[in-house]
């Protein structure tokens, strides 16, 4: 997500991303990621050495790395994110599942460093933790550690973003993601208070995938947060009817269009988005279809 919160763009894009996962609609952050500005040149002036912002956010279902982390259900989140210098980033945030219990389902704990190099480069590090309540980790997810690393290009007509991450796990599986985007603000309004901004972007996701063939036929397995990757013995090895072939490939395309309103101390944003997935998965059945995030965010100093 890149809009201009708060008069500085790569701080609160970044959180704007954490606070939806996304992770929503495949991004890192890290988003889904994640401190990205398509006015580098700017990024930073005036900006006090500590900073404290927090929101809330909700969508109708919240997905990552291409998996749908609410199973298909509403959410609700809120986070609290500290920063320093504009460049490091400390986040912490609490998630809610429609019609699961406990009320707090998982939570989402993170580090970000993210450095503008020039009016036309940048990029990000950075390291993610998701914490499953125990009494959900059978239906809805393992908890898991991942981590990316981002690079940003601003080509003046398009912003492009390209990161690659893995789960810090052994046989982890690993992401690259594709992002290119185009960023428009209106004039300021309201005795230059406020603007109106709009991002929309495409992005590709490629990862994991397993080739599982069988008597009947074969299909594809995707390696899934905090989920096994297949069901039978591993790559390279066959069953009495099953074989298995590890690689990596195409995932999905996904596209949104986020629109917000911003002022110095508050913006909300509603962005609406569609998942095309280009793999077949038994188990785990591709996301497909549209998706609806709205969010408010505040900065406290």
């Not at 796990?169 to 406020?194: C, D, H, V, W």
């Not at 905090?226 to 298995?244: A, D, F, I, M, V």
């Not at 949104?256 to 911003?262: K, Q």
């Amino acid at each position: 997500m890149h809009f201009p919160i708060f008069k500085y763009r790569p701080a609160l894009s970044f959180i704007a991303a954490l606070f939806l996962s996304a992770a929503a609609m495949s991004r890192q952050i890290p988003s889904e990621l994640t401190g990205r500005t398509h006015d580098s040149t700017i990024a930073g002036k005036g900006e006090p050495k500590h900073s404290l912002y927090t929101g809330v956010g909700g969508g109708s279902n919240m997905i990552y790395l291409g998996s749908t982390i609410s199973q298909d259900q509403p959410f609700l989140s809120a986070a609290v994110t500290y920063g320093f210098k504009s460049e490091l980033f400390i986040t912490a945030s609490a998630n809610h599942l429609s019609d699961r219990s406990p009320f707090l389902a998982f939570y989402n704990f993170s580090a970000n460093y993210i450095h503008t190099v020039n009016s036309w480069f940048d990029f990000s590090l950075g390291l993610y933790r998701y914490q499953v309540a125990p009494s959900m980790a059978d239906t809805l997810f393992g908890s898991f550690n991942y981590a990316d690393a981002a690079v940003g290009f601003d080509w003046k007509i398009l912003y492009t973003t390209v990161s690659y991450g893995g789960f810090i796990a052994k046989n982890g599986g690993s992401y690259l993601q594709i992002k290119n985007s185009r960023y428009f603000e209106t004039p300021e309004f309201m005795n230059g208070k406020a603007t109106v901004s709009i991002d929309p972007y495409v992005n590709l996701l490629f990862g994991t995938v397993v080739t599982m063939e069988t008597t009947d036929g074969s299909g594809t397995i995707k390696e899934h947060p905090g989920r096994p990757l297949w069901k039978g013995p591993p790559p390279g090895q066959t069953s009495s009817s099953t074989s298995y072939t590890k690689k990596f490939g195409a995932m999905e395309a996904d596209f949104g269009l986020p629109i917000a309103f911003s002022t110095d101390v508050l913006t909300v944003e509603a962005e609406a988005g569609y998942v095309l997935p280009v793999y077949t998965d038994p188990d785990y059945p591709g996301i497909k279809g549209f998706v609806f995030l709205l969010s408010v965010y505040f900065r406290i100093f």
